[in-house]
């Protein structure tokens, strides 16, 4: 299974990415934004950072790189594609995903280890989840806070899309606790966590990551 | 040139900083009057915070030191923009703590930023992939109105710049002191890592070698930033300096450091300097004065954000995200493609040139034409009058052994409370939850543990810890044991975790040089720190001096910051705090508390706002028996955790074990249990372990000659009990304990 990580300007969290690809059985290929190729892969992650510092809207940038284009038009195509935190911003800057992250409502960035739960199993990245599992996975952001109107809210809750759900706390003010959603076929899901930093017992407070991937896994070779 | 045509034009040398003295010296030297150009330069690299002319004397006595740490001889010491150490298998780390102090007072957010941004620069201008921050904060009082603008804005700045950089965080300090009121401390550290062989050294060699400036245009941010700011006092009126302090652009700089290594592993860099204070006349003069040649620029080549800037202003501007490189003139079409992939703007703005001037060229007309070691070397030495203040011999005297002491267990119950819930024993999570601990999967233990450990090697384990310590209050009382006492404690951190210290960088915070009493407390401390580190076998790798930090005349507590960088061969052996199971034994290992200790404690402060007698003695050998039977036990996994005892003594000690993970313990104290409690006893450490290894732990003890007593266990029951004395449920302990700073902000 090669699964491609994404690198734009200013991402942090590539190698992180690549690193969890690897440690989870799967073979990692970096790709770079300004090439409109994705070498044949798999899968695609995008990855944490600030993409062109975030000094526009988070995401609204990198949405307009070469590679973004051949992502848009495989995820189109079924290709499962896995936001996370700054690559869930370009994912909602790129329509894949329905909704915004906006300033964390305590309007300062947060760095923790957040309970979530997963509320659906029926995506491309959370196949190996229990139903209503709750996970462990690190949480940092500075504008985290999702929101979407009334009716896109309800139309995710309603098809089962919100895909997980912060436990304990509402770090950043999501709208219905929501900390990740899913596109109606199940193969693009973004989240503000991280779960690249929860696959290695020493680096992480949980292994809850690796499950991730492992879901990746699961349905390519099912 | 028109300078030596017109010897007596007035030139505004008093308005950049320069005495009279210092002037007259640049005539000399030039044999004419100095061009506006050479005068901006000279003023700017001869101010206190480029020339550290008031400190250089006293810092010469580190080469005392040597450079052979317990792992081998240093691959670069002082006088370089960073130390190096060789950590083994082919690797060295290279660290250094830098302050920011008086821009961040200025400019909360943009000061702290790029306190982190420069210190950051330096690493990476060393060859080495920057790993980790960490950040020594000092505020005024956490109730004081100004410290609710100043805190929130340097930790939003430390953060947000550090996150942007994928830099985790993993460690530090926040220290409130009534002294830093008008004039915070931000002292930043960086961490970086290389292979040996991609070692780069800042100097300019090879006639016709291309000088390139690249990262961020040029601005009229910062302009005479470093001699105007950080070597003046603020007056009480409060700051109108805004402009001189630099704006940060994270962004900038991360793109810089993959750019620049990737220029390294391409082999196109012969030398290299970061832009910081003093920008481009730093940059030029040192890279110059460094190697073998001369070097000719021309300033129209420098891009420029502001095409109004004058020239002198284009060699002072302290825009940031710079760096300036040496490169064969074969290789530049090179660099210009790896600084195109990462779209970093890259100029050739000169070249070296056989000869020894320096020569800058602007509009056709030579500008500045100086031998470059005159202007990065040559500045001016101070033997700056010292004297031992009579005040000490009061603070001395007035012991902690008066103070009113609590008369039952319930007092002691709340007299632990008070100590944990006073600002600087708090729990710090609203400072450092705003820092990303986890970028770059290396991050073993990050804060609140007792030192930062980084994996720096996936394959074998090898790793570094690092911890930054330094008690003022001690420094106050005696700056000379309070210098010690700061290398023990961050000795003793590093210990904690397993690791093996080895060297040390320091940032030496005091109060105004031109202050006799201030130069005492300066020259003992580095005497302290001098003699404290022939004892552990540490030497000083390089640092800083921060000089005039007072408001009005009230200088600052002396502030010798420590930050010491251990090895630890497999990070899957590191020792974390925190109490990890129920029905482990717990033991303190060191002398039992004496009470004298109680002077200069955070009890005497927290419950009585006093400050006097004597700090307490270090014991070096102690420290590094301490350090070996940590050593010995991480490799054999006999403890399950471990926690140095320092400020808050092992009350503190005992709060924070129970806290990390919600366990409780039961403890027996011997003699009095107010004094065992509160005593601030250096070379102790609060350890765990399971039972069946008890018999195994007291024989290293033994065998390492240090004392060792148990002290009860650790217990499911959620509560810390002092067996005779009181029981204090955690939630109680947890609600004071962390209540206190986000209330105040």
């Known amino acids: 299974m090669r699964v491609g990580v994404v690198?734009?300007?200013?991402?942090?969290?590539?190698?992180?990415?690549?690193?969890?690809?690897?440690?989870?059985?799967?073979?990692?290929?970096?790709?770079?934004?300004?090439?409109?190729?994705?070498?044949?892969?798999?899968?695609?992650?995008?990855?944490?950072?600030?993409?062109?510092?975030?000094?526009?809207?988070?995401?609204?940038?990198?949405?307009?790189?070469?590679?973004?284009?051949?992502?848009?038009?495989?995820?189109?195509?079924?290709?499962?594609?896995?936001?996370?935190?700054?690559?869930?911003?370009?994912?909602?800057?790129?329509?894949?995903?329905?909704?915004?992250?906006?300033?964390?409502?305590?309007?300062?960035?947060?760095?923790?280890?957040?309970?979530?739960?997963?509320?659906?199993?029926?995506?491309?990245?959370?196949?190996?989840?229990?139903?209503?599992?709750?996970?462990?996975?690190?949480l940092k952001n500075g504008e985290g806070n999702y929101q979407a109107d009334a009716a896109t809210v309800k139309q995710l809750e309603d098809a089962g899309r919100v895909a997980f759900r912060y436990l304990d706390v509402n770090p950043n003010g999501s709208v219905n606790d929501i900390a990740g959603v899913a596109n109606a076929a199940g193969n693009v899901v973004g989240l503000m966590p991280h779960p690249e930093h929860n696959v290695d017992p020493l680096t992480g407070a949980s292994l809850d990551g690796r499950k991730f991937f492992a879901s990746l896994l699961g349905q390519l070779v099912g | 040139m028109n300078a030596a045509a017109t010897p007596d034009t007035p030139q505004p040398w008093a308005e950049l900083g320069l005495k009279e003295d210092e002037y007259a010296r640049i005539r000399q030297l030039l044999g004419r009057r100095p061009t506006s150009c050479e005068l901006a330069m000279y003023s700017v690299m001869w101010s206190e915070h480029c020339s550290y002319k008031s400190s250089k004397l006293q810092l010469k006595r580190f080469a005392e030191l040597g450079k052979q740490t317990p792992r081998?001889?240093?691959?670069?010491?002082?006088?370089?923009?960073?130390?190096?150490?060789?950590?083994?298998?082919?690797?060295?780390?290279?660290?250094?703590?830098?302050?920011?102090?008086?821009?961040?007072?200025?400019?909360?957010?943009?000061?702290?930023?790029?306190?982190?941004?420069?210190?950051?620069?330096?690493?990476?201008?060393?060859?080495?992939?920057?790993?980790?921050?960490?950040?020594?904060?000092?505020?005024?009082?956490?109730?004081?109105?100004?410290?609710?603008?100043?805190?929130?804005?340097?930790?939003?700045?430390?953060?947000?710049?550090?996150?942007?950089?994928?830099?985790?965080n993993i460690g530090g300090e926040t220290v409130f002191h009534p002294s830093y009121l008008g004039n915070p401390l931000v002292n930043a550290l960086c961490v970086g890592v290389l292979r040996h062989e991609d070692l780069h050294l800042a100097f300019a060699t090879g006639e016709g070698n291309k000088v390139v400036l690249y990262g961020a245009a040029t601005g009229g941010d910062?302009?005479?930033?470093?001699?105007?700011?950080?070597?003046?006092?603020?007056?009480?009126?409060?700051?109108?300096?805004?402009?001189?302090?630099?704006?940060?652009?994270?962004?900038?700089?991360?793109?810089?450091?993959?750019?620049?290594?990737?220029?390294?592993?391409?082999?196109?860099?012969?030398?290299?300097?970061?832009?910081?204070?003093?920008?481009?006349?730093?940059?030029?003069?040192?890279?110059?004065?460094?190697?073998?040649?001369?070097?000719?620029?021309?300033?129209?080549?420098?891009?420029?954000?502001?095409?109004?800037?004058?020239?002198?202003?284009?060699?002072?501007?302290?825009?940031?995200?710079?760096?300036?490189?040496?490169?064969?003139?074969?290789?530049?079409?090179?660099?210009?493609?790896?600084?195109?992939?990462?779209?970093?703007?890259?100029?050739?703005?000169?070249?070296?040139?056989?000869?020894?001037?320096?020569?800058?060229?602007?509009?056709?007309?030579?500008?500045?034409?100086?031998?470059?070691?005159?202007?990065?070397?040559?500045?001016?030495?101070?033997?700056?009058?010292?004297?031992?203040?009579?005040?000490?011999?009061?603070?001395?005297?007035?012991?902690?052994?008066?103070?009113?002491?609590?008369?039952?267990?319930?007092?002691?119950?709340?007299?632990?409370?008070?100590?944990?819930?006073?600002?600087?024993?708090?729990?710090?999570?609203?400072?450092?939850d705003q820092y990303d601990r986890y970028v770059r999967g290396n991050t073993v233990l990050a804060q609140p543990e007792d030192a930062g450990v980084l994996r720096i090697d996936e394959g074998s384990g090898l790793g570094i810890a690092l911890a930054t310590d330094c008690n003022a209050r001690f420094a106050m009382l005696d700056p000379f044991l309070g210098a010690q006492l700061a290398l023990c404690e961050a000795y003793r951190n590093v210990a904690a975790t397993g690791a093996e210290p080895v060297a040390i960088t320091d940032c030496l915070n005091f109060g105004s040089p031109e202050d006799p009493s201030v130069m005492w407390q300066f020259e003992r401390a580095v005497s302290g720190l001098i003699e404290g580190c022939k004892a552990l076998g540490t030497p000083v790798t390089g640092g800083n001096v921060s000089f005039y930090n007072r408001t009005g005349e009230e200088n600052i507590l002396p502030t010798p910051l420590v930050g010491m960088m251990g090895v630890i061969d497999d990070v899957a052996d590191r020792i974390p705090m925190g109490f990890a199971a129920a029905g482990d034994g717990i033991w303190l290992l060191g002398p039992d508390a004496d009470e004298a200790a109680l002077s200069g404690s955070v009890w005497a402060e927290a419950v009585h706002g006093h400050l006097g007698g004597r700090p307490p003695q270090p014991d070096f050998a102690l420290e590094k028996a301490l350090a070996g039977l940590l050593q010995t036990a991480s490799k054999t996994r006999l403890l399950t955790s471990a926690h140095d005892l320092s400020d808050g003594g092992l009350a503190q000690a005992l709060a924070e074990s129970c806290l990390r993970r919600g366990l409780g313990a039961g403890v027996e104290l011997p003699g009095d249990a107010f004094v065992a409690l509160f005593a601030e006893t250096p070379g102790r450490m609060l350890v765990s372990a399971d039972p069946s290894n008890a018999e195994a732990l007291e024989a290293l003890c033994r065998a390492a000659a240090v004392p060792c007593r148990r002290l009860g266990a650790v217990t499911e029951a959620p509560e810390l009990e002092i067996q005779g004395q009181f029981a204090l449920p955690l939630d109680e302990l947890r609600q004071r304990w962390s209540a206190t700073i986000p209330a105040a902000l």
């Open chain 2, 72 to 168: 081998g001889p240093l691959l670069a010491g002082i006088g370089e923009q960073a130390g190096v150490v060789d950590i083994g298998d082919g690797w060295a780390v290279t660290f250094k703590v830098e302050s920011h102090n008086h821009p961040s007072y200025v400019e909360p957010y943009q000061g702290a930023a790029t306190g982190v941004g420069g210190i950051v620069r330096d690493i990476l201008a060393m060859g080495a992939r920057p790993v980790a921050c960490m950040d020594s904060l000092r505020f005024g009082p956490l109730d004081a109105p100004d410290t609710a603008r100043v805190l929130p804005g340097i930790v939003a700045g430390v953060g947000g710049y550090g996150n942007c950089l994928g830099l985790p």
């Open chain 1, 7 to 138: 690198t734009f300007p200013g991402t942090l969290d590539d190698t992180d990415a690549l690193r969890a690809v690897r440690l989870c059985g799967g073979q990692p290929v970096p790709l770079w934004h300004a090439s409109d190729s994705l070498h044949g892969v798999d899968a695609v992650v995008l990855p944490g950072g600030f993409s062109y510092g975030d000094y526009l809207r988070c995401g609204a940038i990198a949405r307009f790189a070469p590679v973004m284009g051949e992502v848009v038009r495989q995820a189109g195509a079924g290709l499962p594609v896995l936001g996370i935190c700054n690559g869930f911003q370009v994912l909602c800057e790129a329509h894949l995903l329905p909704g915004a992250l906006i300033r964390n409502d305590r309007r300062t960035f947060v760095c923790r280890d957040q309970r979530l739960r997963v509320e659906t199993v029926d995506t491309a990245w959370t196949g190996a989840f229990a139903p209503g599992e709750e996970i462990v996975i690190a």
């Open chain 2, 222 to 432: 910062g302009i005479g930033g470093a001699s105007i700011l950080a070597s003046e006092t603020f007056d009480a009126d409060g700051p109108a300096k805004r402009p001189s302090v630099q704006v940060g652009d994270p962004f900038m700089e991360k793109l810089l450091i993959e750019c620049t290594l990737e220029l390294f592993a391409a082999g196109v860099v012969i030398g290299i300097q970061d832009l910081g204070a003093a920008g481009i006349s730093c940059a030029t003069s040192e890279l110059a004065s460094a190697g073998d040649g001369g070097m000719r620029v021309n300033l129209d080549l420098v891009p420029l954000r502001d095409p109004t800037l004058t020239p002198e202003e284009i060699l002072m501007s302290e825009s940031q995200e710079r760096m300036a490189a040496v490169v064969a003139p074969e290789n530049v079409e090179r660099f210009m493609e790896i600084c195109a992939k990462w779209d970093v703007q890259a100029s050739v703005i000169g070249e070296v040139t056989d000869g020894d001037r320096l020569v800058i060229d602007w509009r056709g007309e030579r500008v500045v034409d100086v031998d470059p070691r005159t202007v990065a070397h040559d500045g001016p030495v101070y033997d700056r009058p010292s004297e031992r203040p009579e005040w000490i011999d009061a603070l001395n005297a007035a012991s902690a052994a008066a103070l009113a002491r609590p008369a039952s267990g319930e007092d002691l119950r709340e007299t632990l409370l008070r100590v944990v819930a006073s600002p600087n024993q708090a729990d710090k999570s609203w400072v450092t």
